[in-house]
């Protein structure tokens, strides 16, 4: 018998030879496949795998069982290769496995930018230069040095198959790794290991790893080592715009140009440098210095949609479980272990970007119709009373993003952000001392002359106090003798002043004790034990009959009211957005120049004081808004003065509270009588969530204050109002680039599908001389069921995409009818993609865990 007949007849039957001259020993197709997947999903090692198969048949132990670790390691290595070349085409085309080019077996992104699979060069060329972003590739490179492999074994005894074919780059030959390495570096190592950990190169918007751009490093991240690894998986495109994404971008980016001049001919860069974006991942941008954030931001990048970068973080969460079992392979188990495993998250990321692409897409319309409706309005209220202002700073945002300001020596202006001028401490001190002086109820009351507006101005001044005294109290959970003192003195005084305001409530309202109930009657007369700050002062405005109202009230009484509530309510509204500026300034101070425990428990004494101020100007506000209503009814007032929710109350800086804040907030104000009002101020300039921040309508509303064109206008809230509304503009563009670059991926992820169709169909028929009729006839049938699954995929994701992709169609076309909670059907699975918190709470753990 021949030597081929034996393994014939092995693949017959569904088995794979240790040796195909003579094969004795066997794995099934089938074991094989189990094991590839457990091993690529749950990291699970050959030697777990085997033990647990002798468990499943000698569970007591009793019988002997040869040790079939090797032999089972060998065929999995020869399993790994013959179905990596067989799935990509290399047994249909001339020359086989040896005429494989680089990175030809490696699992492609197909919402990538592909010229000659899903984007025609022609096409982009003559694209219209406002929407050419959607051709944009965006690529993010990072470092893992949990990925190290410590020096065992060596090449030639576990040599490396198939080098620079598939994730890995080219290791050997004049311009491969090895060569560059030796010549750009010196020959310093960690002892022990032969390398400290992987580079490597990713598409920053799909995770999905790119051929020939992943690299070992022998000593830390050094910038040869990343440049190589960036260039060699450059080769596979023809770039004509490039976003990198790198979390040290500001630095790298500074002399790559000439570094790059260093590099082999076949790995330079054909683009002009102005078509080279460099940016920092969102996560990674805070602690950068200043000067970084806004040059390196993807949220004020023209063209970057809602990118974040950080999706190679993801990818190394998913392969850093194989840590513990190729730390101790030799050079080439290691590598087939490391490239099977990245082969298996590109495929499982294609399939979830079946999900994942539309899921994107809904979320991006939904929350793009919120933060257009959200500027409309800002920008509505500005545009009205500044206009010149406003068109300048539009330009500014547009000047901004026209050009990158990666440059040391570009001394630009970002219109996102706002020189800090926060006050010291004791100014803040003295600020909050002159207001508890003036707060005080020991001062010497001024004698009044009794017309209806000294009246009614008595009352809204004795509601004040009322409410003042009540908050106070409530602020001090456990008072001491002293501070019980001080407030049965503030209750002595306050009696007495609504007994004085009694005596002149009887000639403006003579007859209001004839419509009271008896209950009333007694809070009137005082002869109950009715504390004073929640006795009822039986204004005009809290007699809800009209008719009644008319009856109890001298004429004109209640209109007087009326006007002096809606001077009250804008003066409270004005008291929170400048109690709130207060609190952003006091914040940004303490953060930046408190340290220790004493210092930062006095800082949060104060800021507690600012709550409580800002408190109580949202109590008078809605106070003093619930009498406007009763007292004039529904009108155009309400256009200006809102409902004041307490989500509502926040800084320009500040985000609304999550749930779960919420709740922490309230459980903390149970425990504490603490009251805290608001948001949560964002770190720095560029936090996490600074995508989905909208302001408060407290900042918008035409009657705000700062959008009063006087000589008095703070100059300092000018320059913040100003970053908010380049911020907000920003945003809601973005929304409508992102929805852009969605369809655009969903349109080139069927264009790949179908290039792909194409080609197996070509391959169906193709011929190979030297071959028998029954591997032909293999070869056909294999293409063509390629050929027909990837017709059916298109054809699959073209029918479920319709509907959101209709729904896109009217978002970008401007359509107010646009209806976000009709049904439409999406197909998702809860592992497909983080959210940002989760991402967020996954890095963290990362960084904890390598502490």
Known sequence: MDHGAPVEAADQHGWTPLDVLNPNTCATFQLLRCFQILNC????????????????????????????????????????????????????????????????????????????????????????????????????????????????????????????????????????????????????????????????????????????????LQLG??????????????????????????????????????????????????????????????????????????????HWMWGAGMTHGEGVEQNWAFSNGAAASTRLMGPGSRHATLEDIFGFHNYDRTLAMHRVLPKRLAVSIKEGLKHRAAFDAFNSGLEAIRPEEVKAWKMSVLEWEARQHTDPGDKSECPFEVVDEVKTLRDIQLQIATEEYMCTDHGVEIEREHTPGSFISMGMELEEVQRRLEVDVKALKDPTPSQRLAFLKRRTTLRNRIQKFRQIQRIYMPVLRSILSDAQREMLDGTGEQLPEPTRLFMPSEISDPI????????????????????????????????????????????????????????????????????????????????????????????????????????????????????????????????????????????????????????????????????????????????????????????SEEIRLLREEMRRTVAFGHSEAADWDALTNAQLPDLSPEIREGRRAYAAEHASAEHA??????????GILAKADQYLSGSAELDTEAPVLLHMELSDELGPEEEEDLLEREEEEEV
């Open 41 to 216: 999903l749950g990291k699970l090692s050959a030697y777990d795998f085997l033990r647990g198969l002798e468990r499943c048949t000698n569970d007591n132990g009793l019988d002997s069982i040869p040790d079939r670790r090797k032999p089972f390691m060998y065929i999995m290595r020869q399993w790994r290769e013959v179905k990596r070349m067989k799935r990509h085409k290399r047994g249909h085309r001339q020359g086989g496995a040896r005429g494989a080019k680089r990175g030809e077996l490696a699992k492609k992104c197909r919402s990538c930018p592909q010229p000659g699979w899903n984007v025609d060069i022609q096409a982009v060329q003559n694209a219209d230069p406002i929407y050419r972003f959607i051709y944009f590739l965006f690529l993010a490179q990072d470092a893992n040095f949990r990925l190290s492999n410590r020096n065992v074994s060596s090449e030639p005894a576990d040599p490396i198959l198939g080098d620079g074919l598939v994730f890995f780059c080219q290791r050997e030959g004049e311009d491969g790794y090895k060569a560059h390495i030796e010549k750009h570096a010196n020959d310093r190592r960690v002892k022990g290991l032969r390398t400290t950990g992987v580079g490597g190169v990713t598409c920053s918007r799909h995770n999905m790893w790119q051929p020939n751009g992943i690299g070992d």
């Open 793 to 802: 995929t298109c054809t699959m994701l073209q029918n479920r995409w319709t």
């Open 548 to 735: 009644r109202r008319k009856q109890a009230c001298a004429i004109g009484l209640p209109a007087i009211e009326g006007r002096m509530r809606l001077g009250e309510a804008e003066d409270a509204l004005e008291s929170v957005r400048h109690r709130l500026r207060t609190r952003t300034m006091t914040n940004r101070y303490k953060l930046r120049n408190w340290t220790g425990q004493g210092m930062m428990t006095k800082g949060q004494g104060i800021l507690r004081q600012i709550n409580i101020k800002i408190h109580q100007a949202k109590l008078r506000y809605q106070y003093s808004r619930a009498a406007l209503l009763v007292l004039q009814g529904h009108g155009a007032w309400e256009d200006r003065l809102r409902v004041l929710r307490d989500d509502d109350v926040r800084a320009l800086n500040e985000r609304t509270l999550t749930t779960e804040e919420k709740a922490q907030n309230a459980h903390w104000a149970e425990l504490g009588g603490a009251i805290i009002e608001g948001g949560v101020e964002r770190a720095a300039v560029l936090a996490q969530g600074e995508g989905s921040h909208t302001l408060s309508w407290i900042w918008y509303s035409p009657g705000a204050s700062a959008f009063a064109a006087s000589e008095t206008d703070d100059g300092k809230f000018h320059d913040t109002l100003r970053m908010e509304w380049c911020k907000a503009y920003a945003r809601t563009r973005h929304y």
């Open 221 to 298: 991240e050094r910038f040869c080592n990343m440049d190589f690894l960036l260039l060699s998986a450059l080769l596979h495109f023809t770039l004509l715009w490039l976003i990198l994404s790198y979390d040290i971008a500001c630095q790298y980016a500074l002399n790559f140009w000439t570094r790059m001049e260093k590099m082999p001919e076949s790995l330079r860069l054909n683009i002009p440098p102005e078509n080279l974006w460099w940016k920092v991942p969102n996560f990674h941008l805070p602690p950068h210095k200043k000067p970084c954030h806004g040059p390196f931001s993807f």
